[in-house]
């Protein structure tokens, strides 16, 4: 088993739409949690971290995390063809672990 | 723009020929960390420094890669007699280190070998 499992996708939806990406994982140590973007062809860009539990926003992003669960989410409103992307979530224990990336397209 | 910066960005190269990757990180940044991506997968850790010192490597570096970070500031990455099954990208990040867990981890735009 993977320390962090996400659904690959692809997930296609319209323009304005509200995005839901999701992780699980398996060690109930984790406490640091990342979001990253990555367009085609292009290293990943930090979107958005969190600490523990809870929810933090950001514009149009909230990221979410339920540690009795062991579920990480990524909630996109308003989406734009622009977030037309890859997203990888990610956690830091010693060293940063990803996992595999749910590919998004936001048709106009 | 202080970003990480990664060279060449692209390599195509026969097989069994040696590669080299160079990777800037940002200048306050102690920790360095490359990974190795495949199509329709995230990036897979190979290794990483804190400030000089190569920390970690993972058991998916074979003994034709090899990594080094003199006087903790850039860092290359080379791969000898270089395989088909080497062909991918290869993401090179920082952080500042700021305790066990913590710190966000940058990327450069990574260099993606191709192996004839």
């Known amino acids: 088993q993977k320390e962090v499992e996400q659904d690959p996708g692809p997930l296609s939806v319209p323009e304005g739409a509200i995005v839901s990406l999701n992780c699980t994982y398996s060690n109930s140590a984790f406490q640091y949690f990342m979001w990253y973007r990555q367009y085609s062809r292009k290293g990943p860009e930090l979107l958005m971290y969190t600490y523990s539990s809870g929810n933090k926003e950001d514009g149009r992003f909230t990221a979410q995390v339920d540690k009795s669960s062991k579920y990480i989410s990524l909630f996109i409103r308003d989406s734009q063809p622009s977030d037309s992307a890859t997203y990888l979530c990610?956690?830091?224990?010693?060293?940063?672990?990803f996992g595999s990336g749910t590919k998004l397209n936001v048709k106009p | 723009d202080t970003g990480v910066s990664q060279n060449p960005r692209h390599k195509i190269t026969k097989r069994g020929q040696n590669v080299t990757f160079r990777c800037d990180p940002i200048?306050?940044?102690?920790?360095l960390y490359w990974y190795r991506q495949t199509l329709g997968q995230g990036p897979e850790f190979l290794t990483y420094f804190q400030n000089e010192a190569q920390l970690e490597k993972s058991r998916l570096l074979s003994d034709r890669f090899s990594a080094e970070r003199p006087k903790g500031s850039f860092s290359t990455l080379e791969i000898q007699r270089t395989e088909q099954g080497d062909s991918a990208m290869y993401l090179c990040?920082?952080?500042?280190?700021?305790?066990?867990?913590?710190?966000?981890?940058?990327f450069g735009e990574g260099s993606r070998l191709t192996v004839l």
């Open positions: 990610a956690y830091n224990f010693n060293k940063f672990y």
């Open positions: 990040a920082s952080s500042r280190d700021r305790g066990m867990n913590t710190g966000e981890l940058f």
């Open positions: 200048s306050e940044h102690n920790r």
